[in-house]
């Protein structure tokens, strides 16, 4: 397993090129499945994710390559039905499967993705959804059995705006016979780049983006070529970077737009941040000040750039307090983060990390996408070495990390053991 050893403390300096957005390409990528012809994405990110993606998407019968950030799909002639549990374990977005082969094949057996890192993640509100949709749904030995006799359009309340569940009841919708409204759909950027594709294709979506969804059934979806959004986390990541070091970053290909309540709050720490319609440039501050954060759905502060927030809090001048409302257990990074010697008072979904002047390099183990990052982040202030194990993790959804942060100045090396 990889690696990273990283020498700090750094301040970083120049400018970083932002990947297409992991969370955007995956339901693209399931979209695929029911269009019967052969669909381009652009702007792909090369991440573990996509690669399990294109995994899955070869065990359907549907082959798929990706060159230089073009993703060619083949779904001319897809042969299977069931996602299998090794592919949905590492990763869970695999349950996007379900809605798009139940909708055009009629039936679906994708293995049920059971918990993650930071606690139960459960899938009751998109099963729930496509029952109301009409789909059969049976738990067989793990797997979860999805079959209909044609879907058709319903009224669906989400009692909480899943991004996930809009995704998947969105690709099983557009293809149900009637009319299906979503309401307190998910209202993510991700959720609009769907649509946008969907819509190019054929389907007849009003109001993604917001949280009413009305989608009108279509008899079939077009094959496509779309372009994936920027990724807004992975550009929050290098925002954060840049506060935290007190360096000086341009970041580009970017949608700022998508990243108004992060923006605010690196503004809030004292950082000088210029935004251009597919820029940001960010100097950070000599002193960084708390601030406090609540993470929630979109447009909220997003619950993915919680973790690497409190590394920037961890060397902050005073205390600072974190409410995490989206994934009330995420803070598996907590005891890797004081590992590095922050002061952190971890108390059910409230953490209260007061400012030390220096964090100390160390190892560490990444434990998830975002938690992992927090760790770099982390350990380019730290004083001497900081090694962290795992960094499989950080491949899922980061493209080329250490290249990116080396060409800021970061001395950051891959150890492949
Ligand atoms: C997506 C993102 C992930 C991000 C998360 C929240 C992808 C591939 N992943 O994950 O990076 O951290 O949104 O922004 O896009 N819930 C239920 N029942 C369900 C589904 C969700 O109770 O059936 C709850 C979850 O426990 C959580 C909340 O809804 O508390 C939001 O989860 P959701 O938006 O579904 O997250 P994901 O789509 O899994």
Request: with cysteine.
């Amino acid at each position: 397993m990889d690696s990273f050893m990283i020498k700090g403390p750094c301040r970083l300096k120049g400018s970083v090129t932002i990947s297409g957005a992991k969370n955007a390409m995956l339901p693209l990528m399931a979209a695929t499945i029911f269009t019967g012809g052969k669909c381009r994405l652009e702007n792909v990110p090369d991440l573990r994710d996509t690669r399990t993606m294109i995994k899955l998407l070869k065990v359907l019968g549907i082959p798929a390559e990706l060159n230089e950030g073009t993703l060619d799909v083949d779904a001319s002639d897809p042969s299977g039905f069931e996602a299998p549990y090794d592919l949905v374990r590492t990763m869970r977005a695999s349950i996007y499967a379900l809605g798009p082969l139940v909708a055009r094949f009629g039936k679906a057996r994708v293995s049920l993705p059971g918990g993650c890192a930071w606690g139960p993640r459960p899938i009751n509100l998109h099963l729930q959804g496509l029952k109301s949709l009409g789909a059969e749904i049976r738990i067989d030995h793990g797997y979860i059995d999805a079959s209909a006799d044609g879907l058709k359009g319903a009224e669906i309340i989400l009692a909480i705006p899943s991004v996930g569940a809009t995704v998947n009841l969105m690709l099983a919708a557009v293809l149900a016979e009637g009319e299906t409204v979503i309401e307190n759909a998910a209202c993510e950027p991700e959720i609009k780049n769907l649509a946008d594709a969907l819509i190019g294709a054929g389907a007849k979506i009003d109001g993604a983006g917001s949280s009413r969804i009305i989608i009108e059934g279509v008899s079939k979806i077009d094959p496509f070529t779309h372009r994936v959004i920027p990724d807004r986390i992975e550009a929050g990541t290098y925002a954060a970077a840049a506060v935290l070091t007190g360096g000086e970053v341009t970041i580009n290909d970017c949608n700022p737009d998508h990243m108004h309540a992060v923006i605010d709050k690196l503004r809030s720490c004292g950082a000088e941040i210029e935004t251009a319609e597919r820029s940001i440039h960010v100097k950070g501050p000599d002193k960084i000040f708390p601030v406090d954060i609540e993470t929630g759905f979109y447009p909220a502060f997003p619950t993915d750039m919680q973790a690497q927030m409190m590394a920037v809090m961890s060397v902050a001048d005073g205390a600072s307090s974190f409410v995490e409302h989206v994934y009330t257990d995420r803070f598996t990074h907590v005891p890797e983060l004081k590992r590095l010697g922050a002061k952190i008072n971890l108390d059910g979904s409230v953490a209260v990390v007061n400012g030390v002047e220096r964090l100390q390099g160390a190892p560490v183990m990444a434990t998830d996408i975002r938690a992992s990052s927090a760790l770099i982040l982390a350990a380019l202030v730290a004083e001497g070495d900081t090694k962290i194990l795992r960094i499989y993790h950080i491949d899922r959804g980061y493209e080329k990390i250490e290249a990116k942060f080396g060409k800021l100045g970061a001395e950051i090396t891959r150890i492949s053991e």
